[in-house]
């Protein structure tokens, strides 16, 4: 066996396509290294132009492939680094360089956070504003058949109001509609269940109304038109479509930083079962209260009615909240206070 002073490092010696090892060392000569045996006997020899050193990563044990196909695998990484540098060849893998230099792979962290913002601030809502420009008619209407499929099985129910009270809201809601810009609109009748009172328009232009919400507007047709009204609004708007692809976007941004994370793209596209969940941004919700005052006024009715859901909301289910940073929708009292402005601005 080779004195410790002629051993470049210690391991073990595989021959070629076997699992079988023996305890070997790793020795130099001339132009060559050699893999002796405990028995010091050659195990493999080969010039060193001809062998294959692999990358150092971490702690991972080198390996050194001899011209043979046998292999030599050691856990002595700086011994292999120190050889590799005194005999001119490029020691270390440019993985192991960026996992010891701390501070790079901080700023390499700090540009991608950085990328993803930018691209979440500035490129997600033009992407989204050219998504929908661009989205054939057959789009909403598809992701509107899920949803409305996916609720009626998880969380709504038939409705058990009679028909001459749906014909009697049907009535005002078309009068409503009929100022209306591009959509052909229908008004759905359900009990909410767990939604509660709750209106809601999907993408292509059906709306839905819970029996929970005509039993808190008691008797105050008016004030449903307002929010059937609002809820056009969010259709002319596109709201439900850019949020739709909003989220889709979002969940494609965190695909391409942290890899895949299953299919919550094709879920929120083919089922769309979380379209109640997607809130409106502030923008959106006053942009519909707006376009409620105006379709309202346009039929005849009172172009403020919508306030008295506000109140009712209120009053009935003790929302009382304020417009915070935090909040996703403007507040209630916010909300009644920009619509009587509107109102008083566009009289």
């Known amino acids: ?14 021959p070629a396509h076997s699992s ?25 020899v080969s010039v060193v132009s001809a062998l294959s050193f692999s990358s150092r990563v971490g702690a991972i044990p080198r390996r050194i492939i001899f011209a043979d196909g046998s292999v030599f695998e050691t856990a002595d990484n700086d011994a292999i680094d120190h050889y590799l540098r005194s005999s001119g060849h490029k020691s270390v893998s440019c993985a192991y360089r960026l996992e010891k230099l ?7 962290a700090l540009l991608v956070i950085l990328l993803g913002v930018g691209i979440y601030r ?28 996916t609720l009626d099985k998880t969380a709504l129910a038939p409705t058990r109001l009679s028909e001459h009270r749906q014909k009697i809201i049907v009535e005002r809601f078309e009068r409503v509609a ?27 232009g059906n709306i839905v109304i819970t029996d929970e919400l005509v039993a808190l507007a008691g008797g105050d047709d008016e004030m449903l038109a307002a929010v ?5 609004g969010h259709v002319e708007g596109k709201h439900s479509l850019r949020q739709i692809y909003r989220a889709a976007g979002v ?11 299953g299919s919550g793209v094709e879920d929120v596209l083919t089922q769309g079962g979380g379209l109640l969940a997607l809130s409106y941004s502030r923008a959106a919700e006053s942009e519909a209260d707006r ?57």
Not at 255 to 261: F, H, K, S, T, Y
């Open 1 to 14: 066996m080779a004195s410790d002073s002629e051993v470049i490092a210690r391991g073990d010696w595989y």
């Open 20 to 44: 079988r090892s023996a305890a070997a060392a790793l020795v130099p000569r001339t132009g060559e290294l050699i893999a002796i045996g405990a028995d010091g006997v050659a195990l493999s």
């Open 102 to 108: 701390h501070p790079r792979i901080l700023v390499f």
């Open 122 to 149: 500035y490129a997600l809502p033009a992407l989204v504003e050219l998504a929908v420009l661009v989205t054939p008619p057959i789009v909403p209407e598809l992701i509107s058949s899920g949803a409305l499929s």
């Open 178 to 204: 009929s100022g209306a810009e591009g959509e052909s609109y229908k008004l759905n009748f359900r009990v909410g269940g767990l939604i509660g009172p709750n209106a809601f328009a999907l993408p292509d």
């Open 228 to 232: 059937l009204a609002h809820e056009v």
């Open 251 to 261: 969940a494609g941004l965190v695909m391409l930083i942290a890899g895949d994370v």
């Open 291 to 347: 376009r409620s005052v105006d379709l309202m006024r346009n039929a005849g009715m009172d172009p403020v009615a919508l306030v008295r859901f506000f109140d009712a909301l209120e009053e009935k289910l003790a929302d009382h909240s304020r417009t915070s940073m935090l909040s996703t929708h403007p507040g209630t009292p916010d909300r009644k206070d920009a619509i009587l402005k509107y109102r008083a601005g566009s009289d």
